[in-house]
């Protein structure tokens, strides 16, 4: 039961803003009814299950998919009406690896990439370019996923765009290269101003990144937070309980987790500490430990919620 | 376009080798080819014209939305550049392929003790070595954007348009199956816009189909509708997926 996940987030100003966004493939729903708010300057990291439609939100925000229902805005311009506005302001990592051109050297592709973009960096560019071990001469088409990441991710990077959508940018990579790319990013984030939704199933890497969360499942958007909201109100209690206990009826609606063992429960709950340690003793419970959740806990309890 | 070339290399390899053998194999005096440049010589380049496009938006078609659609463009625009950009080459192939065939209609003779004939070609169907794989280029162009399934519409088109022309014969209307094949053989069909051939309409009444002498008048009108009406086209579908 997630009723009571916040899936709004306050006030603020905000870098995307979708309302209402329902996309169908087919019979199958890919989104269905997403609002999607990411303030500016945050990192927000989109989890979900592979096909909770997080590739088609990014894309929805490209005009490269259009939702059948509801609107897009990035930096207040709509995706539909104002696209290459928008596509001007955004750097883009997809998740396929075949992006660009297959007969294309890498060079010659920056070369061709930096063309439309007028804020093109290509001092910055040359030293991504070195960071990320391209090699310029070799084509497009040869790449392993991992070098086609790499070389997106200087294409996405190099013009400074104050929005980045990241779809599993560490993808395909090795790990020496994975924790040089999440530098890179860390480091591009102190240098220019930029927004960041980021998509991966490799939630444990951006942990130090993430400071907003939203979570997709089914394309619904079950949950989005900060990661403050998330610290504060997203704990893992271990209580002893009595043989024979009842549980505790008025936490429906907000426990995500629970594991049972002899004489004693653990609960993962959204909510405030101290109204759900007073709720558990009231109700026989012994509280003995409680322990916010690391980001990918946290990922886990929110994506797979039961009780 | 190395490949490109490579076919051409072995194309006229061997044309020249065929006309060797044929010299060698036949009494002195006796081993024609008659081989020079003309309008129809033009067909093949028309053909590969038709695949171009295919090339073109590789991987890049509307359906998948790739690298070409993400960029920060207006489309419409965009995707005629990309239009535009993939005819230079194709001219450039084009005149690649007619220094080729020049060349070999100059070698052949040359080999078989012909005169060369190449000034007994009309101005116009010059041109046609170019404009000829415009036509294709745009045709394909308009299905290969303007659709997810451009093989589908392409064979579905060239598929019905056969079948329908059989059936209005098989059902006894021949003279409505006449009128549906002037769009490629009529006098302004497409034939007549490619290389400005057109079969005789008087010879069709009487069931029988003779290809026509080529024609420069029928040429200078059908060529600019069908490449005006295939820019059209183009336009159309480059502008179906605007902003």
Known sequence: MTGSLPTRLRDGELAVDTRGLTKRFGDQVALNDVTLQVPTGAVYLLVGPNGAGKSTTLKVLLDLVRAETGTAEVFGLNTRERAPEVRANVGYVPERPDWGYGWMRVGRLLEHHALYYPTWDASYAARLAQKFELRTDRKMGVLSKGQARRVHLTMALAHRPPLLLLDEPTDGLDPFMRDETLGVLADHLAESPTTVVLSTHHVEEVEGLADHIGVLRNGELRAQMSRDDLNVNLRRYRVEVPDGWSGVASLNGTVLRRLTAPREVQWTVWGPEAEIVQKLSGAGGTVREVVPLSLIDATLALLNPND | ?243
Request: proline share 5%.
């Open chain 2, 1 to 243: 376009m190395i490949f490109f070339i490579c076919v051409l290399i072995l194309f006229s390899a061997l044309i020249i080798g065929n006309t060797i053998h044929g010299v060698q194999t036949h009494p002195p005096g006796h081993w024609r080819t008659g081989f020079t440049y003309g309008a129809p010589v033009a067909i093949p380049i028309f053909l590969m014209a038709l695949l171009i496009p295919f090339g073109v938006w590789r991987a890049e078609d509307p359906s998948r939305r790739a690298y070409h659609w993400s960029m920060p463009v207006a489309r419409g625009p965009h995707t005629i550049a990309k239009v535009f950009a993939g005819w230079v080459w194709l001219m450039i192939a084009a005149a690649v392929y007619l220094a080729f065939v020049i060349a070999l209609a100059m070698i052949v003779p040359k080999i078989t003790g012909e005169a060369v004939r190449l000034g007994d070609t009309a101005g116009w169907e010059w041109i046609v070595a170019f404009t000829a794989p415009t036509l294709g280029y745009l045709l394909t162009s308009i299905a290969v954007i303007g659709s997810d399934h451009a093989w589908r519409w392409i064979g579905g088109l060239y598929v019905g348009y056969w079948v329908l022309i059989g059936c209005l014969s098989a059902f006894g209307m021949q003279d409505m199956g006449q009128a549906v094949r002037t769009i490629t053989d009529g006098a302004y069909g497409l034939n007549a816009a490619m290389i400005g051939s057109a079969r005789d309409a008087a010879s069709a009444s009487s069931g029988h189909m003779t290809v026509r002498a080529l024609s420069m008048s029928n040429w200078l009108i059908a060529m600019p509708l069908w490449i005006l009406g295939s820019a059209i086209g183009v336009t159309i579908a480059s502008f179906r997926h605007r902003e």
